[in-house]
């Protein structure tokens, strides 16, 4: 039995030494450890697996973090961090104060970027590079920045490639192309690929016609070769994989097989050595050496794409332990919101949905099946969705952007400059709002109140629970005055029955659900589960409080705002956003502003700081998003009205 060799890498240069027989061992170590371990405790599977030869090439051949990988989204980067010290805390990652689900500065200095988000490893490894020869260092480390064909259908990409082939900043992209982001790739690009994918000897049929040409006897072959430079770019243009790269003046080298060390050594070396931008194009598997995935084609790749907790047992799929008879779970409002939305286009043909690359996330996949002729994925490209949402809108279209609150900052001049400002009517369908969970501060949803409710013509609104969705989208398609956006948790809603039929909500205006007197607790969203916890709370030490659901953070209920505040000594509000300039503030600025009586107020929701990752019930405690802590700063701020608001 051969001796294992990753117990041994404790720091990437311990693989300098190794043969490549023992690197490739090496990466068929690290695929098993991830198997085993992201199968027992849930993650981002299928990448990592495609990545496991890369990450041992990379750094076999660099000294890092002198030498700087940038791995974009971070999808694929479990390989880097098994190489780079944290082997024996892979079982944490995603954990609450365990790893973090992808790169993070502040967890090893081999992370030289946070990400999260697509398509910025590029832009990231163009600035790097210039730094260094900025401060008289050019040669202070190579750069490399992986990043895959899903990516590639992020404009940030194409903007980085067009910056560095115009400086001729000296570092190597490594596209990773395996068809697949989360979902299936779309568009144009992602056939471009494809057919360089099906197609690996047309980079050298090239080279040997422009070689042959130059050997026509009869004077004819010195004719061709005089032609030079014109001659070349003619051929290439027949024939070359890599003509976009190469009309940026990239140097490109493919396709490689991602799964071969030796053959990743020599693409790379050669392109670390050219002084120049390199593209190294690799075709890996996701969910290389996991047979359901590898095998499963393009199902089996997306289903792959992360693995749930004690999923894999003995390097294969679990058999799923029998569950015992019992009320069934509510349905996800993922799963409300797609199966409300098709009843919508059943409704009305002018309503289209739209995602960025990720519709089963968005529950668009629903509407894929059903209505096909509705759905539109544009790729990871969330400012085009906006913009091709104004198209829409421009001719009568109802155009429903599902989109994460998390990536639909990625669309923010959009939104502002091509929809607020035109007062165009799209629907903004914001899933993962509030704290998301183990994917972490880059997928939380904590900001979209902020910065959608400073925008004039903006309507904002978020669902108690999930009936209360299938109102709110109803509400948002049939309105007709400008952009209005929805905001909803990920995860299951609350228990409650779906109406047989939508009813539409008058625009900025809220309800009271239970009276009370003393203390009115206003709940925006997630936020009036909260405040009914906290009421009952409050009702067990004899202190019964108003609790009511604003629905709208814009335009807020004035009038409901000011029978509140001159019925109460105490208004709290209660919100899963970032208390600046969030639900609070508004009511707040709404009291005020109108000359109406202001009473103490006491705002909850997440604080001024990017909140980790883990499961969201210890999240929420953390941050004091709890119906416990709740009541406890009520009762305190009754029981003393000097102590102070602030605090969670």
């Not at 349905?331 to 059943?346: D, K, N, S």
């Not at 929701?605 to 969201?616: I, Q």
Request: with cysteine; net charge negative; hydrophobic share 45%.
């Amino acid at each position: 039995m051969t001796e294992p060799i990753l117990p041994r890498i404790d720091r990437p240069q311990d693989l300098h030494a190794l043969s490549e027989a023992e690197l490739q061992q090496v990466a068929q170590e690290v695929r098993e450890h991830i198997i085993d371990t992201v199968g027992e405790i849930g993650g981002h599977f299928g990448a990592n697996l495609g990545t496991c030869e890369l990450a041992v090439a990379l750094h076999s051949l660099l000294d890092s973090p002198r030498d700087k990988i940038l791995w974009d989204v971070g999808h694929q980067a479990y390989p880097h961090k098994i190489l780079t010290g944290r082997r024996d805390q892979l079982a944490t990652i995603r954990q609450y104060e365990g790893l973090a689900p992808f790169c993070a500065r502040h967890e090893s200095e081999h992370d030289v970027m946070g990400a999260g988000h697509a398509s910025t490893s590029i832009g990231y490894a163009v600035g790097i590079k210039e730094a260094m020869r900025l401060r008289g260092e050019p040669d202070a480390g190579k750069v490399v920045a992986v990043i895959g064909d899903g990516a590639m259908t992020g404009g940030v990409a194409f903007e980085a490639i067009h910056q560095a082939g115009g400086l001729g900043t000296p570092m190597v992209v490594v596209l990773n192309d395996n068809g697949m982001s989360i979902a299936p790739n779309v568009g144009a690009l992602n056939r471009y690929f494809n057919r360089i994918r099906m197609n690996p000897k047309l980079y050298r049929a090239r080279e040997g016609v422009e070689e042959k040409l130059t050997r026509l006897p009869a004077g004819i072959g010195a004719a061709f070769e005089h032609l030079g430079p014109q001659l070349k770019e003619s051929i290439k243009a027949f024939w070359a994989p890599g003509l976009f790269w190469e009309e940026l003046d990239w140097a490109y080298v493919g396709v490689i097989d991602g799964h071969d060390v030796h053959a990743l050594r020599d693409a790379l070396s050669e392109a670390l050595d050219a002084q120049r931008p390199v593209v190294v194009h690799i075709a890996t598997v996701k969910g290389k050496g996991f047979e359901p995935a590898e095998l499963g084609g393009l199902e089996g790749m997306e289903k792959w794409h992360a693995a749930k907790p004690k999923s894999i047992a003995n390097g294969a799929p679990a058999k799923a332990a029998p569950k015992p008879a019992a009320t069934p779970a509510p349905p996800a409002y993922t799963t409300v919101f797609g199966e409300a939305l098709v009843r919508e286009v059943e409704r009305d043909e002018r309503i289209v949905g739209i995602t960025a690359a990720m519709n089963s996330g968005t529950g668009l996949n629903i509407l894929q099946k059903a209505r096909p002729e509705h759905y539109f994925d544009v790729g990871i490209a969330e400012q085009q969705a906006v913009l091709f949402a104004s198209g829409l809108a421009l001719e009568g279209a109802k155009p429903v952007c599902a989109i994460y609150s998390t990536f639909l900052q990625r669309a923010f001049d959009q939104i502002v400059h091509d929809v607020a400002l035109q007062r165009l009517n799209v629907v903004f369908a914001m899933d993962r709002a509030g704290l998301v969970g183990d994917d972490g501060p880059t997928h939380h949803g904590a900001f979209d109140i902020a910065y959608l409710r400073c925008l004039p013509n903006m309507v904002l609104m978020a669902p108690r629970d999930e009936a209360q969705l299938v109102h709110m989208l109803h509400t948002a398609v049939t309105y007709d005055d400008g952009p209005i956006a929805l905001r909803y948790p990920r995860g299951e809603g609350v228990g409650v029955p779906l109406p047989d039929a939508p009813q539409a909500i008058e625009i900025g205006t809220g309800e009271i659900l239970r009276e009370g007197e003393r203390v009115a607790i206003v709940g925006y969203g997630t936020g009036v589960q909260k405040a009914r916890e906290a009421a009952d709370l409050l009702a067990d030490s004899g202190i019964d409080a108003t609790v009511a659901d604003a629905r709208f953070a814009k335009p807020l209920d004035r009038a409901l705002l000011a029978q509140l505040a001159a019925e109460h000594d105490l208004l709290v509000t209660v919100e899963e956003g970032v208390l600046q300039g969030g639900f609070g503030t508004g009511v707040w600025e709404t009291l005020n502003d109108g000359g109406l009586t202001v009473p103490r107020i006491l705002r909850v929701g997440l604080p001024d700081r990017f909140v980790t990752h883990g499961k969201p019930a210890l999240l929420h405690a953390e941050v004091g998003f709890t119906g416990e802590r709740i009541a406890e700063r009520i009762t305190s701020a009754l029981r003393d009205p000097r102590t102070a608001l602030a605090g969670r």
